[in-house]
């Protein structure tokens, strides 16, 4: 038996026929070809499922797809464009936060809702924010690094994302 649902994903609106059981990481990766979430420990605890979920993060393994019904879900491919990345993207790469890069959408993800909730935090503000989310290459640091990059700029992002329909 499936059930109906309708998600917004990325801005477009998407109904779908999910088994009650199915979990929002596979209707992203295999019902809608977004496979930017990374599947990993399939209990919410490394955090490369990460999602935003009507604008807060969350683990997608562990969240059902029926659970997402009627709501707004952002996932990694929906941050910057072919050609023009997010300014998150590019900090990334331009810091050397991205190695392996299983992690590294989650912690994208889990840094936006970071930066929009708090334009401007502190080292122990970002720690804590992404300390859900497990890396196993980098350390840390080139991801906080990252992360602080956009701190003072955290209000021209919000506001430009929104202006850019972001």
């Known amino acids: 038996m499936k059930t109906a649902i309708t998600i917004t994903v990325n801005g477009e609106r998407h109904s779908l026929e999910v088994k009650p059981n199915s979990t929002l990481v596979d209707v992203l990766r295999d019902q809608l070809g977004l496979r930017g979430t990374k599947k990993g420990c399939g209990e919410g605890k490394c955090g ?3 999602v935003l979920l009507d604008g807060l993060p969350v683990s997608s393994c562990i969240l059902l797809a029926v659970q997402a019904d ?3 879900v952002v996932t990694i491919e929906g941050l910057g464009e072919r050609g023009r990345p997010h300014p998150l993207q590019k900090a990334f790469v331009e810091r050397g936060a991205v190695q392996c890069g299983y992690c590294t959408p989650g912690m ?4 936006k809702a970071l930066l929009e909730s708090n334009p401007s935090p502190d080292e122990r503000i970002v720690r ?3 300390a ?3 890396c196993r290459c980098t350390g840390y640091t080139k991801i906080v690094d990252a992360i602080l990059s956009l701190a003072d700029r955290g209000s ?3 506001k430009r994302e929104k202006e850019d329909g972001s």
Do not use: D, M, P
Not at 108 to 111: C, G, K, P, W
């Open 48 to 50: 490369s499922c990460t």
């Open 156 to 158: 021209e992002l919000v």
């Open 108 to 111: 994208i993800v889990t840094a």
């Open 70 to 72: 009627g709501r707004e």
């Open 128 to 130: 804590k924010a992404i």
């Open 132 to 134: 859900g989310n497990l």
